[in-house]
């Protein structure tokens, strides 16, 4: 079954400082969405992105939050100046449209998990 | 959107049948139900989605009555890999970017 892939799967970082969490999603779906998941806690939506702009966000994803198709394979989110409150496992996830025949899904990444010390 | 209800957590042993049912009593006339399983470290995975009826594949089935306020995802013959959290969402099913919402789910532990 083919995946999205997620780099890096660890990332630790110091406040104030910017990350860059990476995805490659499935070669033939359209639709790009990164999640968040606090330990313990739910899976939060924070953006999605279809046609090179942003669908619908969150209000978690708020200035600090941008995300990117820099090319044809790879979709990245970036936090400028990471929080305490932004440590969390970051999910990516991506989807062909829906028709008749096809059912809506989500297909996620294994995830980076995101440490802010 | 569509509130859901389910089980906080629910206990099984191997080899038997799992059913768990989410309430969802505000559902709108073009919301589907659509079922995902969670790992511990992974990330959420498409199980099943149905409108209303029965709908089954090689991973489980799912039982919507007509009224659609309810359903019941059934987990047939559970090993102790599908430990796991599952979580049922109701959402319309829109043409880009549908934002999912996931609720706390249900742990489910399938014990030896």
């Known amino acids: 079954e083919p995946e999205v892939t997620q780099t890096p799967s660890h990332q630790v970082t110091q406040m104030g400082q910017e990350v860059i969490l990476r995805c490659v999603p499935i070669?033939?779906?359209?639709?790009f969405y990164w999640y968040r998941q606090i330990l313990g806690q739910k899976v939060e939506f924070l953006v999605s992105f279809y046609n090179n702009e942003i669908s619908e966000k969150s209000e978690i994803f708020d200035d600090q939050f941008s995300v990117e198709r820099p090319d044809g394979s790879n979709f990245t989110l970036k936090i400028r100046s990471t929080k305490l409150e932004d440590s969390a496992m970051y999910f990516c996830?991506?989807?062909?449209?829906?028709?008749?025949?096809?059912?809506?899904?989500?297909?996620f990444g294994s995830g980076t998990q995101l440490s802010v010390l | 959107l569509a509130k859901t209800t389910q089980p906080i957590s629910m206990d099984s042993y191997e080899g038997q049948e799992v059913n768990i049912t989410c309430s969802h009593n505000n559902i709108a006339t073009n919301d589907y139900i659509t079922w995902y399983q969670q790992f511990p470290s992974q990330g959420p995975r498409f199980i099943i989605q149905?409108?209303?009826t029965k709908v089954t594949n090689e991973v489980a089935s799912l039982f919507i009555p007509a009224d659609r306020k309810s359903s019941t995802l059934s987990l047939p013959r559970v090993s102790l890999s599908d430990t796991a959290v599952y979580y049922c969402?109701?959402?319309?099913?829109?043409?880009?970017?549908?934002?999912?919402?996931f609720g706390g789910g249900t742990r489910v532990l399938v014990k030896p």
């Open positions: 070669s033939n779906h359209l639709y």
């Open positions: 149905g409108y209303k």
């Open positions: 996830a991506s989807s062909e449209a829906p028709t008749d025949m096809v059912v809506e899904k989500l297909f």
């Open positions: 969402l109701v959402d319309p099913r829109k043409a880009a970017g549908n934002k999912l919402t």
